[in-house]
């Protein structure tokens, strides 16, 4: 069954530097997603990725972060200076159409700022 | 803004049925999920409604309310394997927005 991939599965970094989390969706898949979970607190929404552009985005994706769909396969997270707060798990999900489908969700790649 | 309820914990004994229920006040609707999820890895799909009614797969069903903003999941014949977290979520635009989840223990 196909299903969304994630590297790397853990990412410890220092502070103010920059990470790039990456995703292989679902290969016929159109709209790209990512969230986020704090240790003990919800799914987050951050960002929705759709015909390589952004779709909509929450609140907490400020300026420190972007998305890309580098080639026809991958999609990626790069947050630009990590803080202490970005300490999450961050997952990627996949959807095949607008309506009536779901998101699968890849394993998710937790981060670690030090 | 979204707003989704859910019970924090529920415990129930083995072969037993449990029902998580779950309100939402969100501006905007297009379908509710349940998600499962166990600690430390992703949520995993269980159902899907967007029109009233009951929907059912197995040992899951969903039900929806869109009137009352309220949905439920029942999960039948409890295993331990289903000690998890059980999200729900609503679907508005292009995002889903989670409850906090309801961690159910399921006791031999």
């Known amino acids: 069954e196909p299903e969304v991939t994630q590297t790397p599965s853990h990412q410890v970094t220092q502070m103010g530097q920059e990470v790039i989390l990456r995703c292989v969706p679902i290969?016929?898949?159109?709209?790209f997603y990512w969230y986020r979970q704090i240790l003990g607190q919800k799914v987050e929404f951050l960002v929705s990725?759709?015909?390589?552009?952004?779709?909509?985005k929450s609140e907490i994706f400020d300026d420190q972060f972007s998305v890309e769909r580098p080639d026809g396969s991958n999609f990626t997270l790069k947050i630009r200076s990590t803080k202490l707060e970005d300490s999450a798990m961050y997952f990627c999900?996949?959807?095949?159409?607008?309506?009536?489908?779901?998101?699968?969700f890849g394993p998710g790649t937790r981060l670690t700022v030090l | 803004g979204q707003n989704i309820d859910q019970p924090t914990e529920m415990t129930a004994t083995e072969g037993a049925i449990v029902q998580i229920n779950c309100t939402y006040q969100t501006s905007g609707f297009n379908g509710l999920f349940w998600y499962q999820q166990h600690a430390g890895e992703a949520p995993t799909f269980l159902s899907y409604?967007?029109?009233?009614g009951l929907e059912e797969k197995g040992r899951f069903s969903s039900f929806l309310s869109r009137s009352k903003g309220y949905s439920y999941l029942l999960l039948k014949e409890l295993q331990m394997k289903d000690s998890a977290s059980y999200l729900c979520?609503?679907?508005?635009?292009?995002?889903?927005?989670f409850g906090a989840g309801t961690t159910v223990t399921v006791r031999a």
């Open positions: 999900a996949s959807q095949g159409r607008p309506e009536g489908d779901t998101q699968y």
């Open positions: 290969s016929n898949h159109l709209y």
């Open positions: 990725f759709y015909n390589n552009e952004i779709s909509e």
């Open positions: 979520a609503v679907r508005s635009d292009y995002k889903l927005s």
């Open positions: 409604n967007v029109l009233d």
